[in-house]
């Protein structure tokens, strides 16, 4: 994995400006710490940092090609899992190749294919490209958003990146949060609406989609979409084309010339992807594989099972290490690292995230590539097999079911604020979300609006636990990959009635059947439990006695935008295990006061400045 930037400006001669695009490329040294370079022409300035993962010298960026007397340049960040198919295809065409790394197919999969080639990869990805026979810059999203790439237009100058930090690092851009970005942290935060950067200008490249920049300006377009089609298969064709196409996407994922390892929680879907790694690295004659999993000091004395969170992990952890035969480590946060890590976690994704939740897997990863530089994560199944409460819990269909308290989010807001109309902001998002979706023939309503809630998952919630874990992960300078987010399975299951998907009443009925035979009973049995998260009253005290010193000091930067009274009472009334969840099934009132810290961090390290009206 690596970080890119770009600037381009077509009027303007920017050779002479390298500085910037070296300062600009310095602050994603953590997404890749083993290289960097620039390319340099009059109107196109490229950078890149790389975290070498496969073929060291022969993947090296900014990746030029000549041909036809022309120049293509590539910069990229990402790996395709299809390489070996796209190199056959390119030989036969009669291409030749320097290295064997996925850089190179890719450029010259743009050569040969030009925009056409997206339709070609399986991976994840985000990349420019300086087509010198057309004066142009392509750029390209992979379907589902796993790699993240940001973008500015200002005047003349179209400024993109991995990371936001990389763009405010240019002189032209400048930090501010308007009633829009606003909305998105109190109204939506910790998620983002699809494309939203937060900050005045800044976008981001939607998943599955691709730009043209040239002379004649910005073409955007997106290149895949689920489509609805009837399911023809029966139940017996389902499950083994759901248990072939999970195998494989993991097989795929397992090519590394660095050390790889997986996480694993004891639940379906990282012992899924743990069992068939550990089995194709057994039948390769490899090392037994590494697997890791996270916990907190004193977790197991405050737990108590609730809707979200029925049971521990440590049990079925240690089911899976015996089953699979697996060098394991477990690895403890306190909870005064988890807290002070709460910064790190936030100039990891310059924007206040998920608490907690963010800065404990900032933590675990920085453990993991101590060990390993790839690994393989169970993100994404909940999202298309059904795996949360909100699909089958019978609720407001006409909002995000991860959202809540939304009256109580309004109240946060200084009363200098009461323009932002946060709920009503949130529902013109979520029309718009469905507005998108393919259209729904069927007259079934029951299975129209679950198609509804797979797909706002797919678009909101996923995209949000996918930011998060390329942030956390490459902030260590680590790549996480995740198989579930394999298009060719999200595109399958898209299709399967809910009453396959829910298969015998459970949710991840499906691929519970799927995996039958690959997992021990208890495990694939198991009721779905999330990422864990601290059950420690110590957090609580300690996100309490850091939020009254906030409201205490006032230069605070975020008392110029919240209820000061207000969270004053949050404050006075939050409970470790009390008050009402603020996100998703792990943020309640620790995390939403941590949420808010993050707020006051963000603003004050990004010395963001708001332009709302009031």
Same mark, same amino acid.
């Given at each position: ?43 196109? !300035?490229? /950078?890149?940092?790389?975290?070498? =993962? =496969?073929?060291?010298? $022969? ?18 960040? /990402? ?24 850089? +190179? ?12 080639? =997206? ?25 589902? $958003? ?10 003349? @100058? ?36 699809? #494309?939203?950067?937060?900050? +005045? ?65 004891? /639940? ?80 990891? $994704? ?13 933590? %675990? ?5 101590? +060990? ?5 994560? #169970? ?65 079934? #309503? ?6 509804? !809630? ?6 909101? %919630? ?30 399958? !299951? ?78 006075? @009334? ?10 998703? *099934? ?11 810290? *993050? ?16």
């Amino acid at each position: 994995m690596c970080g890119i930037i770009g600037w381009v400006n077509y009027k303007e001669n920017i050779k002479g400006k390298k500085y910037m695009i070296e300062k600009m490329t310095e602050t994603l040294k953590r997404r890749g710490p083993d290289a960097g370079g620039i390319y340099e022409k009059e109107n196109v !300035l490229f /950078g890149h940092r790389r975290l070498v =993962v =496969v073929d060291p010298e $022969g993947g090296k960026q900014p990746m030029i090609k000549r041909i036809g007397g022309h120049e293509y340049t590539l910069i990229y960040n /990402g790996e395709l899992y299809n390489t070996e198919d796209l190199r056959k295809i390119l030989l036969d065409k009669g291409y030749s190749f320097e290295g064997y790394s996925d850089t +190179e197919v890719l450029l010259v999969s743009y050569i040969e294919f030009k925009e056409a080639c =997206v339709h070609y990869l399986n991976g994840i990805y985000a990349f420019a490209i300086f087509d010198g026979y057309n004066n142009q810059i392509f750029m390209a999203r992979d379907r589902l $958003g796993v790699k993240p790439l940001f973008y500015t237009l200002k005047q003349n @100058n179209f400024i993109f990146a991995s990371e936001i930090k990389a763009i405010l690092a240019h002189d032209m851009i400048e930090p501010i949060v308007g009633e829009t970005g606003l909305c998105e942290i109190f109204g939506l935060g910790p998620s983002r609406s699809p #494309g939203c950067g937060i900050f +005045e200008n800044i976008n981001e490249v939607l998943p599955g989609e691709y730009m043209i920049y040239n002379k004649s300006g910005l073409y955007k377009k997106i290149y895949w979409e689920v489509e609805n089609k009837e399911h023809t298969d029966d139940l017996d064709t389902t499950v083994s084309k759901v248990r072939d196409l999970v195998v494989d996407a993991i097989e795929r994922q397992l090519i590394s010339d660095m050390p790889i390892c997986t996480f694993l929680s004891g /639940g379906l879907d990282s012992s899924a992807i743990s069992t068939v790694a550990s089995n194709y690295i057994k039948e390769k004659g490899l090392e037994k594989l590494k697997t890791f999993s996270i916990d907190y000091a004193d977790n197991s004395k405050f737990f108590k099972p609730n809707l979200y969170q029925p049971n521990s992990d440590s049990d079925y952890i240690d089911i899976m290490v015996n089953d699979i035969g697996s060098e394991h480590s477990k690895i403890i946060i306190s909870q005064d690292e988890l807290f002070e890590a709460l910064k790190e976690a936030v100039l990891a $994704g310059d924007l206040p995230g998920m608490a907690d939740i963010d800065s404990s897997l900032l933590l %675990f990863c920085k453990e993991i590539r101590k +060990e390993a530089v790839v690994s393989l994560s #169970g993100e994404c199944a909940d999202e298309i097999f059904g795996g949360y409460p909100w699909f089958t819990n019978e609720g407001n269909s006409e909002i995000f079911p991860w959202l809540k308290s939304l009256e109580e989010r309004e109240r946060m807001l200084s009363p200098n604020l009461k323009n932002l109309k946060l709920t009503e902001y949130v529902r013109v998002r979520y029309e718009e979300t469905i507005g998108r979706m393919p259209k729904i023939t069927k007259k079934d #309503g029951k299975e129209a609006e679950k198609k509804k !809630l797979f797909y706002i998952n797919r678009l909101w %919630f996923m995209q949000t636990l996918l930011n998060r874990k390329d942030r956390m992960s490459m902030y260590n300078s680590l790549e996480v990959r995740v198989p579930f987010a394999d298009h060719r399975i999200v595109e399958y !299951l898209w299709n399967i009635p809910w009453e396959m998907k829910y298969l015998h009443g459970q949710e991840k009925g499906l691929l519970r059947e799927a995996m039958k035979g690959l997992l021990p009973e208890v495990v694939r049995m198991r009721k779905k439990s999330p990422y864990p998260k601290t059950h420690n009253p110590l957090y609580t005290n300690i996100v309490k006695v850091w939020m009254k010193q906030i409201l205490d000091d006032v230069n605070s930067p975020i008392l110029e935008i919240v209820n000061k009274e207000k969270i004053r009472n949050m404050v006075d @009334n939050v409970s470790m295990n009390g008050g009402k969840t603020f996100f998703g *099934q792990l943020m309640t009132g620790p995390q939403t006061l941590a949420y808010l810290i *993050q707020v006051n961090m963000w603003m004050k390290e990004y010395g963001v400045r708001v332009e709302a009206c009031e």
